[in-house]
Each structure stands twice: as C-alpha cells, then as structure tokens.
C-alpha cells in the first residue's frame, strides 16, 4: 500500500472530463467530444450542430499494440509520495492530475473547431477608415 502526502493544492478549473486524483487508480476513461463554433456574427439557432454529421467523431482511435516482453524490478525504499505544493490553472478535454500512480489510462478529446466568416454579407454597416500613404498623410 502507497500513502500520497500533498500539503497544497490550487487548481482553478477543472473541465471537461478531466480527472483530479490524488492517491492510486487501476482504470481511468476520459473522453470528451465538443464541437466549437466561432461566428463572425454570433447567432444561435436553437438545436444545431450533431456528433454524427462529422466524421472525427466515429472513427476509432488507433491503439497500440505492445508485443514485447518488459521485464522490471522496482524497489521502493520509501513507498510514499510527498508533494508540498501544486498551482494548476486549467486542466480540460481529457486531461489528468494524479498524484500517485495508475495502471491503465484511456485519454481521448475530440473537438472539431468550425469557422463561419460572413464575407460579403454583413448584417451591419462599418464606417470606413480614411486609407494612408506610406508617409501616414490621409488621402
């Protein structure tokens, strides 16, 4: 048995499955999927945007195979894990915080970012700026 010793920590933001553990873990699945829309001229619809109309998000990731025999001998002269201080600001999509140790992890974050640009079709007038020579002198 491992004891993990931590006098501090300070994470602001813990998002989107991700994990914050302090001690040990067999198995830890995280998954997360997002799709993230910039508009030029923010508007929402209503329900719009689904997982299945992209294709990144059915395709199955690509697990390696390990095949090769590992032989290891570890000797922990003093089994706890001491941590004076962590300061974390944001740990997101899938990511992992442990003090300790874990056998397995399955890390995954999928996120398709889609643009939307008006181009010539603004729904407001700008003023335009006077254009300048290379002296700065306004036309």
């Not at 010793?5 to 067999?26: K, Q, W």
């Not at 993230?36 to 929402?44: G, S």
């Not at 974050?109 to 335009?128: C, E, M, N, S």
Request: net charge positive; hydrophobic share 35%.
């Amino acid at each position: 048995m491992r004891i993990s010793n931590v006098n501090e920590i300070n994470v602001h933001s813990l998002a989107f499955s991700s994990h914050f553990l302090i001690g040990d873990s067999c198995f830890i699945n995280a998954r997360s999927k997002a799709l993230a829309v910039k508009r030029e001229f923010p508007r929402f619809y209503g329900k719009e945007g689904s997982f299945s109309e992209y294709p990144i998000f059915s395709m199955e990731n690509p697990i390696p195979e390990v095949n090769e025999n590992v032989r290891m001998c570890v000797k922990n002269v003093n089994p706890n894990i001491h941590v004076n201080r962590i300061k974390v600001k944001g740990i997101s999509s899938s990511s992992i915080l442990q003090v300790g140790s874990t056998n397995t992890i399955f890390a995954e974050a999928k996120i398709k970012h889609i643009r939307q640009l008006l181009g010539d079709a603004a729904p407001f007038v700008t003023k335009k700026r006077p254009e300048q020579d290379i002296d700065g002198k306004k036309e």
